[in-house]
């Protein structure tokens, strides 16, 4: 991994919450083979959020780009779907109502945290949770409760999303989720390499830094 990458992911500490906006692209598989990569040479855990077989989807494409990688170290709380990819440690019905199922997420995830101690929390389909809602009130209610993650210095969180599905969602909808991520950052895919905007930063002296990294040894 080049010292570039490690940097970037070192920003964010313990504790943050990191919005990575993305259009259609590999940017998902990028990331999270990075974050993995990331972890490993740290010695952390990794817990991923796999919404709607969100992951699966993302290791077949990683299958039919013939990267190698492996998942069966990553700790998995799977919501929806049907297929299993990695550890999975906790699953979440969904439900009709958000109330019941953050009440069963925050639950399961209380627990799993007390068995991980310090871990990388990457968050796939995320998007098409909220897609899923009927109304705005109810997206409100699922910003506040992810919004309570926020501080939690055993926890560094990505959330990846998908630029175009966020579009879809109300206006304030989009404007809260930026509102709550400690750190924003936009990654847009360029031949083999990403070029990556900061556009948030608990740290301003890194606000409007755009930094290009090369991703072909991978990708």
Known sequence: MSDVIMKLLDIPKFGETVLVK???SFV???MVLKVIQYAKM???????????DALAILE???????VKYNLDDV???KTGGKRKIGNVI????KTSEPRVYFREYAKSFKEISEVLGKYINIVLGIEELFKSMTNPMEMYMSIFEIQKFLGNTHRKAFYLVNKDVLLTLPFPVRVEFSRI???VVEVIPIATNAHVRILKATNPDFVG???TVDIGEDL
């Open 22 to 24: 993305y259009p259609p």
């Open 28 to 30: 998902p598989e990028f």
């Open 42 to 52: 740290k010695n952390i855990k990794v817990l991923i959020d796999d919404n709607f």
């Open 60 to 66: 077949t494409r990683l299958k039919i780009l013939g």
């Open 75 to 77: 700790y998995v709380i």
């Open 90 to 93: 906790a699953e979440i019905k």
């Open 181 to 183: 991520a400690s750190t």
């Open 209 to 211: 830094r755009e930094i």
